[in-house]
C-alpha cells in the first residue's frame, strides 16, 4: 500500500501507468472487446462464438450469450446500452436485446471479416463493412415489419471518379451520427450523409496508403487515422467537414510516428479528454502513449512478453486501458495511491520536520482555561435523497436529454448503464449434505453431523448475535476466541 | 396538528423539495407470528411482494404482505440468523449466521444454492451488489469480506475495522461499499479495488450500529448507540442531519428511507415503538405503538407506502403497516 502526501494528482488525470490485472473469463479465449459507452460493461467475442459480458465494476462475467458459432471478430453496442451486435468469421451478423434476453435480429453477409457499427444515437440502424464486396457497406434497418431480409441500404460512392475504384477499408460514424466516415485503400475519406445513406463528399488525407482503422473522440473534436504507412494522422472534424472543399489533400494536424524503428501500429485509441493517444504494435505486447498537447511520448506501457494484441479499448472515462492477447483481457490502469486522510480524516501529512509549540491546555485532561466549545448551528438545507440526473453521470453525452435516471428506471426508459447478473444457480453446493433438506428434516440431519458441530457447541452463547443483547463491556464467562475483550474506551452513557 | 412552513432557502437538488407533505397516517393492517425465536431481521422484495424474515431460530420465513400467509420456512443454517438481503431480481436470498458462514437460498426451490465460508467468528450482516454478482458481509472478525455469488470464492477481504463490523451496505451501481462498526467509524470502500475511499467520523465516536446509503447514493444515513440518526454527505464528510427522539442503546436497529410518498427516515425503537421523521425538517411526524418488545427491525415497502416492522422475544410478532401519504 503505497502512501503518499495529500495532494496527489486526481486518480484519473494522465495515462495509465502499469498492467493492473487480468480479467478471468472462465475458460474463454477472448479475440475482441467493446467497452459500452457507459464504461460499466465490456461485450469479449471468444474463440467458441460466446459473447461474454463483462461488468466493468467487479471485473466478473456477468453473462454469457451464445449466438455464433464461429470466432467473433466484431462487436459494437447500441446507444441505449440495450443491445450488442457481433459478427462472426463466417459470415453471420445477429444483434442480442440484453434486457428482454432474446436475439433482436440475425443474418448473414456470407463474407468473412465484416465490421459492424451501430449508428451513435438511433439504436436501429447497424452498419456493416465488408471490403471484399462490390458494395462494402451496408446499413440494416433493425425491427423492420418486413421479417425477412432486413432493408439492405448501400451507399453508393462509385459513381464518384476520383474514388470509383477504390476500396473502403475502414468506417467509423462522427459523435454524433451526422456522418458516416469511410477510409478507402488509396488514403481517401469519403463522407456520406447517415440519414439519407448518399455521398455527401470524399478528401484525400495522404499519398496512396490505406487508412486501417479512424477513430473519432467526443470530445476536442478529432479524428485520428492509422494507415499502412505507419504514420497516425490526427485531424480536426471541423475542418474536415466544413472547411475543406471536396477532393482536396486536407493537411494533417498532427502526425505520430515511430521514426527510428518505423513501428507498424495495428489499433490506436484515444483518451476521453482527448489528451492521449495510445497504439499497439504489431510485434509485441507493448502499447505506445503520446501526448496529443505537447507531442511528446509518454511511458509506454508493456504487458507479457510473447503476445500481441488483437484488439485495444481506452475506457470512456477511466484512465484504463484494455487489451486482448492471447485469449486473455489485460488491463492497465494508474498505481492506486492511499492516503492516509482516507482512513483518518483529522489526520495531516506533512512534508518535513515541524517544530511543534505546545499549547498551554493541550495536553490537560480538562482544560479550565479554554472557553466553552462554540458549535455553529447546523443550517437546515433540503436534501434530496432520492434523484439521480443524468448531468451527473461521467458518461453523459452533450446531447442527452435532461433526465432524472431514478425516475427513468421506473418508467423502463433509461439506457442501460448496469446490466443484472444471470446465471444458473440451481447447482447446489456438494460438500454440505444438509443443504437440500428443508426445515423438517433438519432435525435428522443434524443427528447424523453431530461431530462436525461439535465445534459450535459453546456454553452461554447468545442464539442470535443481533436479538441478544449485546453490551459493549462483554461477559467475561463466555469463550475468549469468540469476542476479544473491548478496548478501553469511554463508556455508554446512560 | 403541525404545519410544515418553508422558507425561501436555496435547495440543494435541481427539483424543488416538498416538504409541506402532509404527515402519514400509518395503521397496522397486519399482525402475523411463527417464529419460535426471536426475529432479527425483515425485508421486503424489491418488487413489494414477499416479506422474509430472519430469525434466530435459524430459519428464513417468507410472508404475503397482503393476507399474512407464510408462504415458506427455509433452514439450513446451524445457528441463528442475523441478517438478510434480497438479489434484484428477487430470486435469491443471501443469508448470514452466526455460523460464521454466509448461505444464498433459492426463493423458488426453497433450498440453499451457495455457502460461503471464510470468516472467522460470527457474521453480522450482508448485502447484495445491485447486479447480484457479489455479496458483501461484515463480521465480528473486524473485516469485510466481498464474495463472488457464482463461484463462492471470497474475492476481497478488507481489513475495515477495529471492532465488530455491524452493517455493509452498496450504493446504487455497486461502485461504493459502505461499513460501520462498533469502534465509531463509518468507512466508504470502492468496490474495484477494495480501497478506502473515506472515513465519517463525528465528534465523539458513539459505536455505529447501523449504515446505509441513500436510494440515489449521494448521501448516507447511520444509527448509533447514543440514540441518534445522521444523514451525511459523505463527499464532504459533513453531517447535514441529526434525528432523535428514540432510544438506541443496546441493539443494531435497522434504519429506512421511506420515498414511496412522503419523504421519511424510519426506525425501530428500543422502547418498543417505531419512530417516523421529515426527512427534511427533522421533526417526528409519527409514532408508531404495538409492539411489546424493542422493534428491532423495520422496512419500507419499494413499490407502497407500507412498513412492516418486528419485535424482539417477547414480543416475536410481525406488523404491516399501510399509510396514505
New interface residues.
Partial sequence: MMVESDDVTDQNAGPPQQLMEEINLRGFYATTIKFNRFGTAAAVGTNSGNLAIVDYTTKLVIMEIREHWHPINSIDWSFNGKLVASSADNGTISVYHLVEKRTLCSFSTHTPNNVVLFHPRNNNVLTVLNFSRENPVVSARLLDKSDSAEQEILYGYRHVSDISTDVITSISYSPKGKYLLAGTNKSHLIVFDSETFQYVKHFRLGQSHQIRQIYVTRKADYMVTNSSDRVIRLFRMRSLLEDAKCGDLVPHEAKFTDAVSKRNYLFIAMSHDARYLCATEANCHEITIWDVRMHSVVQPLRGKVGDIPTDLQWHPYRSEIITVAKGKVHVFGRRFVTTMTAFAPDFKEIQDNVYHDELEGEFDLEDEDADAPVRAPVENIDVDVVSVPLDEMAWKSSDEEDVDLYEADKAGTAPLYMIPASFDMTVSDSNDEAEGIMYGELAAAERRKAEDDAIFVKPELPSSSRSARFSFSSQEGSSSDVMKPPRAKRTRHH | METQQQQA???????P?D?TFPPPNYQCRLTMSGHS?????LKFSPDGRILATG?????VRLWSPTDGKCEK????H??????LTWS??NQ?IGTC???KSLK?F?VV???????FRGHS??V?CCSF??????IASGS?DETVRVW???T?NCIKTLPAH??PVSAVGFN????LICSSS?DGLV?IWD???G???????DE?N??VSFVRF??????ILSAT??SKLK?W?FTK?K????YEGHKN????IFAN?S?TGG?WIVSGSEDKKIYIWN????EKVQVLEGHNDTV?ATDCNPTQNMIASAG??HDNLIKVWTSDT
Avoid: M
Avoid at chain 2, 446451524?78 to 441478517?83: A, E, N, P, Q, V
Avoid at chain 2, 426451490?109 to 455457502?115: E, F, L, Q, R
Avoid at chain 2, 441513500?214 to 448521501?219: E, F, L, R, T, W
Avoid at chain 2, 442503546?249 to 443494531?252: A, F, G, L, V
Fill in positions: 432557502r436555496p435547495s440543494e437538488s435541481a427539483h423539495v416538504s425465536k426471536s426475529i432479527s431481521c430469525s434466530a431460530d435459524k430459519t420456512t427455509i433452514g439450513g446451524k445457528l441463528g440468523i442475523s441478517d434484484n431480481d435469491f449466521s452466526d455460523d444464498i433459492d426451490a426453497g433450498k440453499c444454492s451457495k455457502t467468528n460470527y453480522f451488489n445491485p447486479q447480484g454478482s457479489l465480528f463472488d455469488v457464482r463462492g477495529a471492532d446504487r451501481d455497486g461502485t462498533y468507512r468496490t474495484a479495488n480501497q478506502c475511499i473515506k472515513t465519517l467520523v465523539d458513539p459505536p441513500s436510494p440515489n447514493g449521494k448521501y448507540l447514543d444523514l454527505d464528510g453531517c447535514l442531519k441529526t442503546e443496546k441493539y443494531c428511507f420515498v419523504k426527512l427534511q425538517t427533522r428491532i424482539l422475544e
